[in-house]
């Protein structure tokens, strides 16, 4: 055995034994008694397997701070990933390699996350399905959206992607999407996720997130059409086969068709709309599942959807309502802002979970440009209808000349949260880590993390990407993602 895997194997008993000592002295988080350094002083036997290393370590739930620091030894089973992965680019003529292809997509390591942060993130998610319900939030939202946001076709949209930074107190609301890449790609990550204790789990239960992923749709269809039977489904996007996410269109393809649904993936300019119908190859369309990034539809490449969606012609889903109400940087000022949540009627509880969990937001204005400038150290810069970290900026990274091109676009300027860490081998710089929760209705169905370096999320880091979440077993038996 390589002396690096001994001594790594060493540390975690040691840990385990001083963990113990710690817990019984009352220790909980990081405010918790420091451990005394002479509790690793006793000779250790070396473990015959990695979970008998890791078994003490990766147990209580208030140290998922130090996890993220000292684990390695729970992981992603990365043949049995890509050999599923690779099945479904195979089935569909993908000669190329899924690891040559997306090399960055998916981490080896968990992210661990306490309990507590799982439960309060939630949380957030309930209070903001509060708060969006309210007249008074949906009139100030939607009277600065596109013409287009007006029109409801009675859905919510779709499902929804909550990304947070976790602060030691609370987890952090840095944005809302209505399109997330990722869902079932991470339910793949989850099945292929190794842990060498029982102690830890998914806070979600991964063996139901693509039937989950696929009831958000079709309670999408059944608001909009009824008892109608679905039929045909699109999945859109520009130049699909060229997304470094079409590995995840060709699994939702796949989802649709094992449950009895036809389904294909195609380019908007592939559609088009007669006789009261949106068509492909002749065949009629009943819903599109959007994974466009013209959320508003506003590209002649999206007229036709456009047209046959007011008209009531096909269900589109996230349609841009649901991008108005939910995902528009600007509603962060009104989802954080302790006297608008009063005035639009959100319960104490929701308004107690918001303001503390919501970042200061601003609209970037002529009025406030100068002092914006001005404190740009502490703020992040985002378009409003930004996506994917498009277009955004750190405040202390701006240049004059960035700036001046700011002031063309519609900007929020936020305050700037650091986000939590994730070390993937000893000694090394750890990754910044973000938790993606993906939500229908107020309730989570994954979650996710995604590890990188620089200033935004990217697919890109040695070691980085998407990670499976774990967490602590709760008192209680789990509740169901649904």
Same mark, same amino acid.
């Given at each position: 055995?390589?002396?690096?895997?001994?001594?790594?194997?060493?540390?975690?008993?040691?840990?385990?034994?001083?963990?113990?000592?710690?817990?019984?002295?009352?220790?909980?988080?990081?405010?918790?008694?420091?451990?005394?350094?002479?509790?690793?002083?006793?000779?250790?036997?070396?473990?015959?397997?990695?979970?008998?290393?890791?078994?003490?370590?990766?147990?209580?739930?208030?140290?998922?701070?130090?996890?993220n620091?000292?684990?390695?030894?729970?992981?992603?089973?990365?043949?049995?990933?890509?050999?599923?992965?690779?099945a479904?680019?195979g089935?569909?003529?993908?000669?190329?390699?899924?690891?040559?292809?997306?090399?960055?997509?998916?981490?080896?390591?968990?992210?661990?996350?306490?309990?507590?942060?799982?439960?309060?993130?939630?949380?957030?998610?309930a209070?903001?399905?509060?708060?969006?319900?309210?007249?008074?939030?949906?009139?100030?939202?939607? %009277?600065?959206a596109?013409?287009?946001?007006?029109?409801?076709?009675?859905?919510?949209?779709?499902?929804?992607?909550?990304?947070?930074?976790?602060?030691p107190?609370?987890?952090?609301?840095?944005?809302i999407?209505?399109n997330?890449?990722?869902?079932?790609?991470?339910?793949?990550?989850?099945?292929?996720q190794?842990?060498?204790?029982?102690?830890?789990?998914?806070?979600?239960?991964?063996?139901?997130?693509?039937?989950?992923?696929?009831?958000?749709?079709?309670?999408?269809?059944?608001?909009q059409?009824?008892?109608?039977?679905?039929?045909?489904?699109?999945?859109?996007?520009?130049?699909?086969?060229?997304?470094?996410?079409?590995?995840?269109?060709?699994?939702?393809?796949?989802?649709?068709?094992?449950?009895?649904?036809?389904?294909e993936?195609?380019?908007?300019?592939?559609?088009?709309?007669?006789?009261?119908?949106?068509?492909?190859?002749?065949?009629?369309?009943?819903?599109?599942?959007?994974?466009?990034?013209?959320? %508003?539809?506003?590209?002649?490449?999206q007229? %036709?959807?456009?047209?046959?969606?007011?008209?009531?012609?096909?269900?589109?889903?996230?349609?841009?309502?649901?991008?108005a109400?939910?995902?528009?940087?600007?509603?962060?000022?009104?989802?954080?802002?302790?006297?608008?949540?009063?005035?639009?009627? %959100?319960?104490?509880?929701?308004?107690?979970?918001?303001?503390?969990?919501?970042?200061?937001?601003?609209?970037?204005?002529?009025?406030?440009?100068?002092?914006?400038?001005?404190?740009r150290g502490q703020?992040?810069?985002?378009?409003?209808?930004g996506?994917?970290?498009?277009a955004?900026?750190?405040?202390?990274?701006?240049?004059?000349?960035?700036?001046?091109?700011?002031?063309?676009?519609?900007?929020?300027?936020?305050?700037?949260?650091?986000?939590?860490?994730?070390?993937?081998?000893?000694g090394?710089?750890?990754?910044?880590?973000?938790i993606?929760?993906?939500?229908?209705?107020?309730?989570?169905?994954?979650?996710?993390a995604?590890?990188?370096?620089?200033?935004?999320?990217?697919?890109?880091?040695?070691?980085?990407?998407?990670?499976?979440?774990?967490?602590?077993k709760?008192?209680?038996?789990?509740r169901?993602?649904?």
């Amino acid at each position: 055995m390589p002396h690096e895997k001994i001594d790594a194997q060493n540390d975690a008993l040691q840990r385990q034994r001083a963990l113990s000592r710690w817990d019984n002295e009352g220790g909980a988080g990081v405010s918790g008694p420091q451990m005394d350094p002479t509790l690793f002083e006793d000779p250790i036997q070396t473990p015959s397997s990695d979970a008998e290393a890791c078994a003490g370590l990766c147990t209580p739930s208030p140290l998922a701070e130090s996890m993220n620091q000292e684990c390695f030894c729970l992981g992603v089973d990365q043949q049995a990933l890509h050999a599923e992965l690779g099945a479904v680019l195979g089935a569909n003529g993908l000669q190329r390699s899924f690891v040559e292809s997306h090399p960055h997509l998916f981490s080896a390591l968990p992210v661990f996350v306490s309990r507590r942060h799982i439960e309060q993130t939630a949380q957030v998610v309930a209070a903001i399905e509060e708060v969006v319900a309210t007249e008074a939030y949906r009139t100030a939202v939607l %009277a600065s959206a596109p013409e287009v946001a007006n029109f409801d076709p009675g859905s919510p949209g779709g499902l929804l992607g909550f990304d947070f930074h976790l602060g030691p107190e609370t987890p952090r609301l840095i944005e809302i999407n209505t399109n997330p890449g990722g869902a079932l790609l991470n339910a793949v990550l989850g099945r292929a996720q190794r842990a060498c204790t029982p102690e830890v789990m998914p806070p979600t239960n991964l063996d139901r997130v693509e039937d989950a992923v696929l009831e958000t749709v079709l309670t999408e269809w059944r608001l909009q059409k009824g008892a109608r039977p679905l039929g045909f489904v699109v999945i859109v996007d520009e130049s699909p086969a060229g997304q470094y996410l079409y590995p995840e269109f060709l699994l939702f393809r796949q989802l649709f068709l094992q449950h009895g649904y036809r389904a294909e993936i195609c380019s908007p300019q592939q559609l088009t709309r007669k006789d009261g119908r949106l068509w492909l190859d002749g065949e009629p369309v009943d819903l599109v599942y959007n994974r466009m990034t013209d959320f %508003a539809l506003q590209e002649p490449a999206q007229d %036709a959807i456009r047209i046959a969606y007011l008209a009531g012609e096909v269900v589109v889903t996230p349609h841009p309502r649901g991008h108005a109400i939910y995902a528009d940087k600007r509603n962060l000022s009104l989802l954080g802002n302790h006297q608008f949540l009063i005035y639009a009627g %959100a319960s104490k509880a929701s308004i107690d979970v918001l303001t503390a969990a919501v970042p200061a937001t601003e609209l970037l204005t002529a009025e406030n440009r100068e002092a914006m400038w001005s404190r740009r150290g502490q703020l992040f810069f985002k378009p409003a209808a930004g996506f994917g970290s498009k277009a955004s900026y750190r405040g202390d990274k701006l240049t004059r000349r960035v700036w001046d091109d700011i002031a063309r676009g519609t900007y929020v300027a936020q305050q700037i949260v650091p986000p939590s860490e994730r070390h993937v081998s000893a000694g090394s710089a750890p990754l910044k880590v973000d938790i993606r929760c993906y939500a229908y209705r107020g309730e989570v169905l994954l979650y996710a993390a995604r590890m990188y370096r620089g200033q935004t999320t990217n697919f890109r880091t040695p070691g980085g990407g998407f990670a499976p979440v774990l967490t602590s077993k709760p008192s209680n038996v789990a509740r169901p993602i649904f």
